[in-house]
């Protein structure tokens, strides 16, 4: 109807002190959702194996009311690799939503940008390094201090080249596609010139897995994942404004630039963590956002969504490649072959929206 004015509901706001936010009923619906999914998942994979545990008593024994036999496969045998996965997916999945948010462009993932590929090279050097001082170098390093300062310098170097009075997303992403070609042809190099048996151990590493993890690794991820999260919540709320430009987010009283090196670095070291404790398991972090958005309704990628979606995926990949096949998969080639397709579903989207 002409000269009538259609006015559309407005989220209420909330204020608790000195912090206010915006109440939106179904991004916290989703939230909650995907919460008791993930839970869900978690409890199902840790139930399956070799000795099958039903759902009850896995739920019991996580809350201390289960048998001893139950006790001691769940939590001794099953927990620390179901942990290590919840654990690595809400890394790599807020690792995602960061560097899409700041480059507002949906590839720019870790495994995009070259922090993932950076990480991978430099463990790979640590575990094929041998004679002189590489070696020795690598005997006073462990594999996740590798990974963390391979994952910190190869997105410092993408930063400071993709810097031109700003960020501008598409430069961003094209460079981060060049460094991460750099950094894979680096570890290629150095699996065709070490080692038979380094490049054993460097190759089960190098395809992601969940096998074999350990409580000390477990503690280790929590831990760093905590530590960067409570950093990223400090500043998270100076994020939603970066999202409509440097000249209106500085209008606003952000100061776009720290809060974008420190959303960067904390986004690095948690894709650092990730690949420290698990292997470069590639696509998560470039999914996850995606689908958190069309899930909570929500025109950028929101961070605690993200990572639930990132821990939903992670683990739920890793049930199925315990149990799709007769042999057991690496849970990185589950990961690939659902995120690959995704990534040519991105491409054609934005080809067909710059047609339009």
Not at 326 to 337: D, F, H, K, Q
Request: aromatic share 8%; hydrophobic share 55%.
């Amino acid at each position: 109807m002409s000269g009538t004015t259609v006015k559309r509901p407005v989220a209420p706001g909330v204020r608790l002190g000195p912090v206010s936010f915006v109440w939106r009923p179904w991004m916290v619906s989703s939230v909650l959702l995907l919460s008791a999914a993930t839970f869900l998942v978690f409890c199902v994979s840790i139930g399956v194996g070799d000795f099958p545990i039903g759902l009850p008593q896995v739920i019991a024994t996580i809350f201390g009311r289960g048998e001893q036999v139950d006790e001691f496969v769940i939590m001794d045998l099953r927990m620390p690799r179901a942990l290590v996965g919840l654990i690595v997916g809400v890394a790599l999945g807020m690792s995602g939503a960061i560097t899409q948010s700041i480059a507002r462009n949906p590839l720019a993932s870790p495994d995009i940008l070259g922090i993932i590929p950076g990480s991978s090279a430099a463990a790979v050097f640590l575990v094929t390094a041998s004679g002189g001082a590489a070696a020795a170098i690598a005997g006073s390093v462990s594999l996740t201090a590798a990974a963390l300062a391979g994952g910190l310098g190869t997105g410092l170097l993408v930063y400071f080249l993709a810097w031109r009075r700003g960020i501008d997303g598409f430069r961003l992403i094209l460079i981060g596609i060049s460094v991460s070609a750099v950094m894979e042809a680096i570890t290629t190099w150095l699996l065709v010139r070490a080692d038979i048996h380094d490049v054993t151990r460097a190759q089960v590493w190098l395809v992601g897995s969940l096998d074999a993890r350990s409580w000390s690794e477990v503690w280790m991820a929590l831990w760093g994942t905590l530590a960067l999260l409570a950093v990223m919540a400090y500043v998270a709320f100076q994020l939603r404004p970066m999202h409509f430009g440097d000249e209106i987010a500085a209008g606003l009283g952000v100061r776009y630039s720290p809060v974008r090196a420190v959303l960067l670095l904390c986004a690095v070291l948690l894709a650092g963590v990730a690949v420290s404790t698990a292997g470069p398991i590639p696509f998560v972090a470039l999914v996850a956002p995606q689908v958190a958005m069309r899930l909570t309704r929500y025109p950028t990628p929101p961070l605690v969504a993200s990572g639930l979606v990132g821990a939903l995926l992670l683990i739920g990949a890793d049930l199925v490649a315990r149990t799709a096949l007769p042999v057991a998969l690496p849970v990185g080639i589950v990961t690939a072959a659902v995120g690959g397709p995704f990534l040519v579903y991105l491409l054609v989207r934005a080809n067909l929206r710059k047609g339009m």
